[in-house]
């Protein structure tokens, strides 16, 4: 997993197409991290989702919670001419739609078919992105600088002039392997991505030329990476701000969307989170996790393409600590308990899902009057009414918590008992059932 050794820059094309050696060279070592630092973050939360349609990638989306303000960016790759690997606009139009949004890119700076405004509009037309919203390459005007904070390569980012234009951003990033990243997710659309031509030379040469590829160190390359990212960040004010952060992991080619390969693997799904670091550390993890994700893997350790995002926390960007919530996993139900307390002694009831529990359930805490009836039950009488519409007939014995509809009382069985047409099945006792007999006088009922 070493690093890579600098790229000749006739072989580099802005990231995309450089047929990169794999012979590694190790390049300037960042300033150490604060390790307890890290270890005391708090984990971000990465949102997962196998349903890789619109629906799914709504979903994602909204489980952030991130309501994007003013003129919003979607930033994503329009693809070269020729690929199909970027993401599909029947993906991605409804969510775009839904946020009022404009799609923006930057040209490319290794020539190809959107090295200028013109064919880069041409080839996002072609693609049908322009169908589904206005397209704004942003370095049509030129460029403008972005301070780099504590960076030990750059420090200015040199992104498309109109992302002053926009308050907010959201990144859809395909996920993929990378010719010289190792992989491109998040951190490489909004660092490469957002950056102008000449900002893309500045990433590619670490910081020492605007006009040419260099040859640095291939740390030193992705170092720059994150350093330009967190520029990005923090124009829009950090962590908690106005960037939110989507990749989608289909046709897991191991090389980008400029120049894609056929994928090797199967498609994994739709992730997003606010911290750009933890979604692409869950997605490199899921590809590891993979059992036919070895060549993705290679492609990754090839690069030393896990350094960016050491780095990048490094720096503060984000965090390679995360929690990852499975969006399409059924949630747990919540179980209704309650207690019925009566001279020191408790019996726990769980009731069903049924409207009449719920609406009990609504009325509490109440104290109220304990009433025997007959040799098997004890009686209550709610304050309100209960719904019996969907709740079944109440049947068994000593334990049941069950609503005589005709008098509005709720019966608490310690014995058994005939089954009754009117007679509604509330719940049931989980604990001290054996105190239901002996209650006199007031009980509270309570939530457990």
């Not at 490319?108 to 041409?122: C, D, I, K, V």
């Not at 719920?358 to 009488?381: D, I, K, W």
Request: proline content about 5%; charged content about 20%.
């Amino acid at each position: 997993m070493g690093a890579l050794a600098g790229v000749a820059a006739t072989a580099a094309l802005a990231g995309c197409e450089a047929s990169a050696p794999d012979a590694p060279e190790p390049g300037a070592q960042p300033a150490p991290a604060d390790n307890a630092a890290l270890e005391a973050a708090a984990p971000a939360t990465v949102y997962l989702t196998r349903d890789i349609s619109p629906a799914g990638l709504r979903r994602a989306f909204d489980a952030l919670g991130f309501s994007p303000a003013g003129n919003v960016a979607v930033k994503l790759s329009t693809g070269e001419p020729g690929g199909h690997n970027f993401l599909s606009p029947d993906l991605i139009a409804d969510l775009v739609r839904d946020l009022d949004a404009t799609i923006v890119e930057c040209n490319t700076a290794y020539g190809g078919a959107r090295g200028t405004t013109e064919s880069h509009l041409r080839a996002a037309a072609d693609h049908g992105f322009t169908a589904i919203a206005d397209v704004d390459i942003m370095d049509a005007d030129g460029s403008m600088s972005l301070p780099v904070t504590g960076g030990a390569h750059l420090t200015e980012d040199l992104v498309g002039a109109h992302l002053a234009n926009y308050d907010s951003v959201v990144s859809l990033a395909h996920f993929k392997g990378h010719a010289m990243g190792g992989f491109g997710g998040a951190i490489k659309n909004c660092s490469i991505g957002i950056a102008a031509r000449e900002g893309k030379m500045l990433i590619h040469s670490a910081g020492t030329s605007t006009t040419g590829w260099g040859s640095p160190a291939q740390d030193d390359f992705l170092e720059s990476m994150a350093e330009a990212a967190k520029a990005v960040s923090d124009h829009f004010g950090g962590a908690g701000g106005a960037m939110a952060y989507v990749n989608v992991m289909n046709r897991l080619s191991v090389d980008c969307d400029s120049h894609p390969a056929e994928p090797e693997m199967a498609d994994i799904g739709i992730l997003a989170s606010t911290d750009p670091v933890a979604l692409d550390r869950a997605c490199v993890d899921l590809v590891y996790a993979a059992a036919d994700g070895t060549a993705l893997v290679e492609r990754i350790e090839s690069r030393n393409g896990t350094h960016t995002l050491d780095y990048a926390e490094a720096m503060g960007l984000g965090t390679q600590t995360y929690e990852l919530v499975d969006l399409d996993e059924a949630p747990e139900e919540e179980t209704m308990t309650i207690n019925v307390t009566c001279a020191g002694q408790t019996v726990t009831y769980e009731l069903n899902d049924s409207a009449a529990a719920r609406g009990l359930v609504e009325q509490l805490p109440l104290t109220l009057e304990v009433t025997p009836f007959g040799s098997n039950e004890q009686t209550f009488y709610p304050p309100e009414a209960l719904d019996c519409s969907d709740a079944p007939l109440a049947s068994g014995g000593a334990g049941v918590l069950a609503y005589y509809e005709p008098w509005g009382d709720v019966v608490m069985f310690y014995d058994d008992f005939s089954r009754n047409g009117s007679l509604y099945e509330l719940g049931h006792a989980v604990a001290g059932a054996e105190a239901i007999a002996g209650m006199t006088g007031t009980v509270e009922v309570t939530r457990a």
